[in-house]
């Protein structure tokens, strides 16, 4: 395998460790399947071939590869939820959604290395004994969809997929699955439902969790471009090897997506846990702007709670309990949720000192409340009204008990929805207030309290109403 030379101005940092990403962006590779074979592709695949499927879920699993789609749930303990009883077609279905506010970095694994992606797929669907795998896609992401489509031929023609791959007797056919775009889609049983053919209304669980009940009722593996790819690095590093990367809990690389006011914002692939907060903003990205102050951080994707610059966290470090400030935070899941945010998909957005905070709150409702789909009451009328609440409030005519309400709208739809949307859309409210709140507050006025907030009561109170 050849030494990568990249472009000069993607060159990658010391401190990245490039697995999934050691392909992206060299001057010396395309996206063909002949550039891959050369590189030493779909040797893992063969290799796969020739063990027992359930010792690859059991690598998996001891290598503690937790999914990077946003939950970061143990990917071979997923799955291991089929039935062992299971008389069923099985499913796999690769998510490259990719719908998280903040996030990046899928479609340029699809762009730039889709069979790397492929070859996940492939050794995945053997490992849970799937013989159809979808790639469900997003339609903002026509090229990839075409690259995709490209790859499958070649890989088919070469023997990778299809009938009887490499003579082993496994068939894989792969489909690529164009969704209409929408976040709700992101999540594994609404992506389900659109595959289906139908609106994408998230499922209740129990009972349709998709490793036992999922697409067309039969058990369904649903995971992200990124945690496939990882399977083949799996692999060829062996378990053990793979769980020595990364911290405990917290193995192997992630690929962070920074984004905001940082002087070079961008991709990141480092080993989880092993880059502090400050060290992603002062080392790889850079630091800050000139002249401005960190005042926030949203670390997961624009779902996650925003973390203020000025917060004191309290951690457990082996059995001592420490307190840490914000760019002490180690970039690792369990630390993340310590903090009372997650590290979600790998978003990272950086804010400063010249951010209205009302502003950057109202943008986020705006976005989910467009989202939402509309299946759960509690979802369907909050997120409308936190962002005409909060819009209200940007606008200048907001009063000072309406942050008092955007704040009881966002509690009453947490825990009271089907999926996670209803924490997705509430959370960033939650947090906006609770951090920021003075600022927000600091933006309305006593004199609006007594002001009409809708067009017909303003008619009525100029005498000019139908």
Known sequence: MSSPTYREDRQPHPRERRMIFRNVDRTDYDPSIDCYLRDGGYELLKKAL??????????????????????????????????????????????????????????????????????????????????????YIREEFPEGAEILERAIAEAEEKGFLGKDIQGSGFDLEVVVHRGAGAYICGEETGLIESLEGKRPYPRIKPPYFPAALGLYMCPTIVNNVESLCHVKHVLAMGAEEYAKLGTPRNTGTRILCVSGDVVK?????????????GEVIHDLCGGLKPGRKLKAVIPGGSSA????????????????????????????????????????????IIMDDSRDMAWVLNNINEFYAHESCGQCTPCREGSLWMKKISARIVKGDGAPEDVDTLLSVADQIEGKTICAFGEACSWPTQSFVKKFGDEIKARTSGENASRPVNKETELAAAGLAR
């Open 50 to 135: 020739g063990m027992e499927p359930k010792d690859i879920t059991e690598e998996v699993k001891k290598s503690g590869l937790r999914g990077r789609g946003g939950a970061g749930f143990p990917t071979g303990v997923k799955w291991g939820f089929i039935p062992p009883n299971n008389t069923k077609p099985v499913y796999l279905i690769c998510n490259a959604d990719e719908s998280e506010p903040g996030t990046f970095k899928d479609r340029y694994i699809i762009h730039q290395d889709p069979h790397q992606l492929l070859e996940g797929i492939a050794i995945s669907s053997f490992a849970v004994g799937a013989k159809v795998a979808f790639i």
């Open 265 to 277: 914002p961008g991709y990141f692939e480092v080993e989880v846990g092993k880059v502090t907060m």
């Open 305 to 348: 709670k925003v973390l203020s610059a000025d917060e004191r966290f309290k951690i457990k470090r082996g059995d001592d309990p420490v307190e840490i400030g914000i760019e002490d935070i180690p970039m690792d899941f369990d630390t993340m949720a310590a903090c009372g945010s997650m590290a979600g998909s790998g978003g990272v």
